[in-house]
């Protein structure tokens, strides 16, 4: 268990903190607290986003590369966006009508690729290697969920900005298509190695 499959499995582990974070406060005691469960939440999900583009570094810097890691960081990528996204759609009402279809989209769109590329790998022995337009859909997801979390605490209220949570609303469409965007790009690279008729 090395260094980089450690910051995987503490990555793994820091999903459910933030969700019960997110999710476990009534929704009174939530707002009495919101500011604070806001700011919580998202250094959680930063602290998690963090260990994400460590791992990987130091996996490839030291030549720590393992088939567990190759496993587990995917997955945890996963778990991470994934409890994230479930959580602000559970907890926040005012942005769910627009928010739940761009989570839809990011969720069909991750199980399409990694089933692709499991597809891929056992036929071919062809790694899906992360694309540029993979890693900058990834962090549009990470800057929409903090943006999602903290536009109320530093934004003040009583203007444009705040009031209609333009930043949210910004951040979620440039989310959208960023990730419409990767996975069309992944699906014309690989397709061709995906015979329908076997």
């Given at each position: 268990?090395?260094?980089?499959?450690?910051?995987?499995?503490?990555?793994?582990?820091?999903?459910?903190?933030?969700?019960?974070?997110?999710?476990?406060?009534?929704?009174?005691?939530?707002?009495?607290?919101?500011?604070?469960?806001?700011?919580?939440?998202?250094?959680?999900?930063?602290?998690?986003?963090?260990?994400?583009?460590?791992?990987?570094?130091?996996?490839?810097?030291?030549?720590?590369?393992?088939?567990?890691?190759?496993?587990?960081?995917?997955?945890?990528d996963k778990f991470m966006v994934f409890g994230a996204m479930l959580a602000i759609l559970y907890r926040f009402d005012y942005i769910r009508p627009?928010?739940?279809?761009?989570?839809?989209?990011?969720?069909?769109?991750?199980?399409?690729?990694?089933?692709?590329?499991?597809?891929?790998?056992?036929?071919?022995?062809?790694?899906?290697?992360?694309?540029?337009?993979?890693?900058?859909?990834?962090?549009?997801?990470?800057?929409?969920?903090?943006?999602?979390?903290?536009?109320?605490?530093?934004?003040?209220?009583?203007?444009?900005?705040?009031?209609?949570?333009?930043?949210?609303?910004?951040?979620?469409?440039?989310?959208?298509?960023?990730?419409?965007?990767?996975?069309?790009?992944?699906?014309?690279?690989?397709?061709?190695?995906?015979?329908?008729?076997?």
């Amino acid at each position: 268990m090395n260094l980089p499959n450690k910051l995987s499995i503490l990555r793994v582990i820091m999903v459910p903190l933030f969700v019960a974070v997110m999710c476990i406060p009534t929704a009174e005691f939530f707002a009495a607290y919101e500011t604070w469960f806001r700011i919580i939440a998202a250094a959680l999900f930063i602290l998690t986003a963090l260990t994400d583009m460590l791992d990987g570094q130091i996996a490839r810097r030291c030549n720590l590369v393992t088939d567990f890691g190759k496993f587990i960081d995917p997955l945890a990528d996963k778990f991470m966006v994934f409890g994230a996204m479930l959580a602000i759609l559970y907890r926040f009402d005012y942005i769910r009508p627009l928010f739940v279809w761009a989570a839809l989209i990011v969720i069909f769109r991750e199980l399409a690729i990694t089933s692709m590329r499991l597809i891929v790998v056992n036929k071919s022995g062809t790694v899906v290697a992360a694309a540029w337009l993979g890693k900058v859909k990834t962090v549009t997801q990470i800057i929409c969920i903090v943006t999602i979390l903290l536009e109320p605490v530093i934004i003040p209220a009583g203007n444009f900005v705040s009031d209609y949570n333009i930043l949210s609303y910004v951040t979620i469409i440039a989310m959208t298509v960023m990730t419409l965007w990767s996975g069309i790009d992944y699906m014309k690279a690989y397709w061709p190695l995906l015979d329908p008729n076997k």
